[in-house]
């Protein structure tokens, strides 16, 4: 009995130690291509799943990749599950545009049994038309100012502001308005529902292991609250859907091919909410530290809206003519991405050829470290740096495209599973700094230095949130 236990481990361990990158790559998966995949050996049974578990993962993969050598491709096991990260924007091209052979695993939450395809047309002809982001710009500008009213009368009272709360209210607000036609008053809402029961990143919850069985308990509540609101929408149903109609009407609009079943209706509308509130909110908040602690960037920014735009309210319209703001907002994705980590739920359905000699075989999750390639010095000039001129073409800079086209600097992802709220969020958030810096000097407050710690939940946030005195600049009324 002891011979034989002393055989299963021996054979264990020699299998751990030939398997160059985890369990999860043995008989030479990682080979198949004519280069093979570099890659940690990781733990027997955990891979390495216990040195991501604990830290900020896409700064340990980073460093991991550039300790192997494995920049381009490395290959990892979590559990027994196959992974493999790409730190290099040429080889993250190939994964995230792969044409057929990477799709996404769903959760619990995201269950939707219409394709992809389907999907990417209903919301890039439909629900992020151009006309329909501009349509809903009335409801952009109310958010914003019950938000500046809000700051102005938590300055008065507390002589500091804590910016999260207001901007995670706005950004709650406006996407409900998007998505349900409903805005709802969050902080009288607790009769009704409590937003943090159905949107747990609210509630600060870090949980990662929890985070599938959270989202199996949330999905009847989900299901009845949404049913509720499409039931709703059904009995005012008109014919004709106005360019301003909510996405619940839009749905409801569609017809033929296009045409979605009521489970995937739900599906499709809470996934907007979920994905869209959290990331536009922490994106001007990590906009709002960087110009706090940068008041020379943030002087610049004040006399580029002066000049601009004078002393009338900043519109959409606005944007084209506010190139500083834009690459105030570009830098901010780069050294802060919301979603450091793009495509952690990807899966290769058949063998992807990489033009690197590698090949990634199917069945493994592939994802890239965008917050590696914005940080890498090969890449990008003092990556450490806050310099939103780097993208100003006046000053020598390159006017990088940030919606997918440019893997450099790609915060939302490219190919088939980009985000499709990127215009959505792009306006959203430069209408809401615009706002901001036109009414408000922003000044650390010596009480709560401001930390620049991370914290990676559903997106990668600042730990402590930002503490703010907000001084008013008096050029508009509020
Ligand atoms: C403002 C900042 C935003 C950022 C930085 C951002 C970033 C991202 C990223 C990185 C992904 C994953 C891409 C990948 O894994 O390859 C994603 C997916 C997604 N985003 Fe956004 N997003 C933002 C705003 C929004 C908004 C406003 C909405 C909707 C109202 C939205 C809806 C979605 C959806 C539905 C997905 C899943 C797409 C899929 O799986 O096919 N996002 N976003």
Known sequence: MFSLLLVFVSVGLLTWVFTAD???????????????????????????????????????????????????????????????????????????????????????????????????????????????????????????????????????????????MHLQAASLNNIMGSVFGKRYNVARESHEFNFSDYLPSLSYFYDPFCINQRCAALVPRVRSLVRGI??????????????????????????????LQEDDMIAVLWEMIFRGTDTTALLTEWVMTELAMNPDIQAKLQQELDKLVGDKGVTDADMVNLPYLQSVIKDTLRIHPPGPLLSWARLSTSDVQLSNNMLIPAHTTAM???????????????PLVFKPERFMEKVGGENV???????????????????????????????WVANLVQHFYWVPNPEKPVDFSEVLKLSCEIKNPLSVVAVHRNVLPL
Request: with cysteine; glycine share 8%; aromatic share 4%.
């Open 22 to 164: 985890g369990n999860a790559w043995k008989h030479g998966r990682n080979q198949r291509g004519r280069a093979s995949i570099p890659g940690p050996r990781g733990l027997p049974v955990f891979g390495s799943l216990l040195s991501l578990s604990c830290g900020l993962a896409h700064r340990t993969l980073a460093s991991m990749a550039s300790t192997l050598g494995a920049t381009q491709l490395m290959a990892f096991s979590l559990g027994s599950t196959p992974v493999v990260v790409s730190s290099d924007p040429h080889i993250a091209r190939e994964i995230l545009t792969s044409p057929h052979s990477l799709t996404v695993r769903l959760n619990n939450l995201q269950k939707c049994s219409c394709s992809a395809g389907l999907l990417r047309t209903i919301a890039s002809s439909h629900l992020f038309a151009p006309k329909r982001i501009a349509a809903h710009e009335s409801g952009r500008q109310l958010d914003c100012a019950t938000m500046l009213q809000g700051i102005m009368n938590e300055q008065s009272k507390n002589g500091a502001v804590l910016l999260r």
């Open 230 to 259: 499409i039931e709703e929408h059904q009995i005012c149903e008109s014919d004709k859907v106005s360019d301003n109609a909510d996405f619940v009407d839009v749905l409801l609009s569609l017809d033929g091919e296009v045409k």
């Open 368 to 382: 890239v470290n965008m917050w590696a390639i914005t940080y890498d010095p090969m890449v990008w000039e003092d």
């Open 401 to 431: 495209d940030v919606r997918g086209n440019d893997l450099r600097q790609a915060p939302f992802g490219a190919g088939s599973r980009v985000c499709p709220g990127k215009n959505l969020g792009m306006v959203t958030v430069s209408l």
